[in-house]
Protein backbone atom coordinates (compact mmCIF):
# COMPACT_ATOMS: atom_id res chain seq x y z
CA UNK A 1 0.00 0.00 0.00
CA UNK A 2 0.58 3.90 -0.48
CA UNK A 3 1.24 6.17 1.78
CA UNK A 4 0.41 9.48 1.07
CA UNK A 5 2.21 12.19 3.23
CA UNK A 6 0.32 15.70 2.86
CA UNK A 7 2.05 18.92 3.20
CA UNK A 8 1.62 21.09 5.51
CA UNK A 9 1.22 23.82 2.61
CA UNK A 10 -1.05 21.81 0.27
CA UNK A 11 -3.82 23.76 -0.73
CA UNK A 12 -2.49 27.07 0.70
CA UNK A 13 -2.73 29.86 -0.65
CA UNK A 14 1.01 31.81 -0.68
CA UNK A 15 1.49 35.30 -2.31
CA UNK A 16 5.29 35.70 -3.01
CA UNK A 17 6.44 39.38 -3.50
CA UNK A 18 9.93 39.79 -5.87
CA UNK A 19 9.49 36.44 -7.05
CA UNK A 20 11.13 37.20 -9.90
CA UNK A 21 14.62 36.11 -8.98
CA UNK A 22 17.04 35.07 -6.34
CA UNK A 23 15.34 34.39 -2.67
CA UNK A 24 11.71 35.17 -4.26
CA UNK A 25 11.46 32.57 -6.82
CA UNK A 26 12.82 29.71 -4.67
CA UNK A 27 10.62 30.71 -2.02
CA UNK A 28 7.46 30.47 -4.33
CA UNK A 29 9.12 27.17 -6.26
CA UNK A 30 9.63 25.40 -2.84
CA UNK A 31 5.30 26.96 -1.76
CA UNK A 32 4.57 25.41 -5.34
CA UNK A 33 6.76 22.25 -4.58
CA UNK A 34 4.37 21.77 -1.29
CA UNK A 35 1.56 21.65 -2.83
CA UNK A 36 0.67 25.75 -2.07
CA UNK A 37 -1.41 27.61 -4.92
CA UNK A 38 1.06 31.09 -5.26
CA UNK A 39 0.46 34.53 -6.47
CA UNK A 40 4.05 35.46 -7.81
CA UNK A 41 4.53 39.39 -8.00
CA UNK A 42 7.40 41.28 -9.21
CA UNK A 43 8.30 43.88 -12.05
CA UNK A 44 9.55 41.66 -14.53
CA UNK A 45 6.60 39.66 -16.64
CA UNK A 46 9.42 37.17 -18.58
CA UNK A 47 11.16 36.78 -15.23
CA UNK A 48 7.93 35.90 -13.59
CA UNK A 49 6.62 33.25 -16.59
CA UNK A 50 10.36 31.71 -15.37
CA UNK A 51 9.53 31.80 -11.75
CA UNK A 52 6.09 30.21 -12.89
CA UNK A 53 7.81 27.15 -14.87
CA UNK A 54 10.38 26.54 -12.19
CA UNK A 55 7.35 26.16 -9.83
CA UNK A 56 5.51 23.88 -12.56
CA UNK A 57 8.68 21.73 -12.95
CA UNK A 58 8.37 21.71 -9.07
CA UNK A 59 4.86 19.51 -9.43
CA UNK A 60 2.35 22.43 -9.23
CA UNK A 61 -0.42 22.56 -11.61
CA UNK A 62 -0.86 25.43 -13.95
CA UNK A 63 -3.80 26.47 -12.56
CA UNK A 64 -1.68 26.98 -8.96
CA UNK A 65 0.45 29.62 -10.45
CA UNK A 66 -1.18 32.84 -10.47
CA UNK A 67 1.29 36.06 -12.10
CA UNK A 68 0.72 39.64 -11.09
CA UNK A 69 2.86 42.31 -12.64
CA UNK A 70 3.80 45.48 -11.27
CA UNK A 71 5.58 47.64 -8.95
CA UNK A 72 5.34 47.20 -5.09
CA UNK A 73 5.77 50.79 -4.45
CA UNK A 74 2.29 51.59 -6.03
CA UNK A 75 -0.95 51.24 -3.99
CA UNK A 76 -2.98 50.20 -7.07
CA UNK A 77 -0.56 47.07 -7.53
CA UNK A 78 -0.82 46.24 -3.92
CA UNK A 79 -4.55 46.07 -4.10
CA UNK A 80 -4.44 44.21 -7.39
CA UNK A 81 -2.11 41.37 -5.73
CA UNK A 82 -4.74 41.18 -2.60
CA UNK A 83 -7.98 40.83 -5.32
CA UNK A 84 -6.50 38.27 -7.38
CA UNK A 85 -5.30 36.38 -5.14
CA UNK A 86 -8.36 35.99 -3.12
CA UNK A 87 -10.79 35.88 -6.41
CA UNK A 88 -8.40 33.25 -7.87
CA UNK A 89 -7.94 30.80 -5.18
CA UNK A 90 -10.80 32.21 -2.58
CA UNK A 91 -8.67 33.02 0.58
CA UNK A 92 -4.93 33.97 1.30
CA UNK A 93 -2.70 32.03 3.36
CA UNK A 94 0.76 33.09 3.66
CA UNK A 95 2.12 36.70 2.76
CA UNK A 96 5.75 36.29 1.98
CA UNK A 97 6.94 40.20 1.40
CA UNK A 98 10.62 39.17 0.07
CA UNK A 99 10.36 42.85 -2.65
CA UNK A 100 12.70 45.01 -2.06
CA UNK A 101 16.67 46.14 -2.85
CA UNK A 102 18.76 48.86 -3.85
CA UNK A 103 16.89 51.49 -6.56
CA UNK A 104 19.36 53.53 -8.32
CA UNK A 105 18.69 57.40 -8.32
CA UNK A 106 18.07 59.70 -11.06
CA UNK A 107 22.15 59.35 -11.51
CA UNK A 108 22.33 55.61 -11.50
CA UNK A 109 24.11 55.65 -8.10
CA UNK A 110 23.26 52.75 -5.70
CA UNK A 111 23.74 51.58 -2.13
CA UNK A 112 26.23 53.79 -0.19
CA UNK A 113 26.51 55.99 -3.29
CA UNK A 114 23.18 57.17 -3.56
CA UNK A 115 22.84 60.37 -1.40
CA UNK A 116 20.46 60.53 1.85
CA UNK A 117 17.14 61.99 0.43
CA UNK A 118 17.12 58.81 -2.43
CA UNK A 119 17.28 56.19 0.83
CA UNK A 120 13.18 57.24 1.05
CA UNK A 121 12.72 55.06 -2.07
CA UNK A 122 14.32 52.41 -0.98
CA UNK A 123 13.11 52.59 2.36
CA UNK A 124 9.06 52.57 1.01
CA UNK A 125 10.08 49.82 -0.91
CA UNK A 126 11.88 47.85 1.60
CA UNK A 127 10.27 48.72 4.91
CA UNK A 128 7.05 51.81 5.05
CA UNK A 129 5.27 49.40 2.05
CA UNK A 130 4.79 46.31 4.68
CA UNK A 131 4.20 48.40 7.64
CA UNK A 132 1.56 51.03 6.06
CA UNK A 133 -0.24 47.64 4.62
CA UNK A 134 -0.40 45.91 8.15
CA UNK A 135 -1.52 49.25 10.03
CA UNK A 136 -4.32 49.90 7.96
CA UNK A 137 -5.70 46.35 8.28
Not at 64 to 80: A, Q, S
Amino acid sequence: STILIMSFFQGKVVIVTGASAGIGRETARRFAENGAKVTITGRNKKALQETSKDCIRSGAKQGDIHIVVGDMKENETREIIMKETIDKFGKLDVLVNNAGGFIPNAEGKKGLDVPLEGLRTILEVNLVILINRTIEE
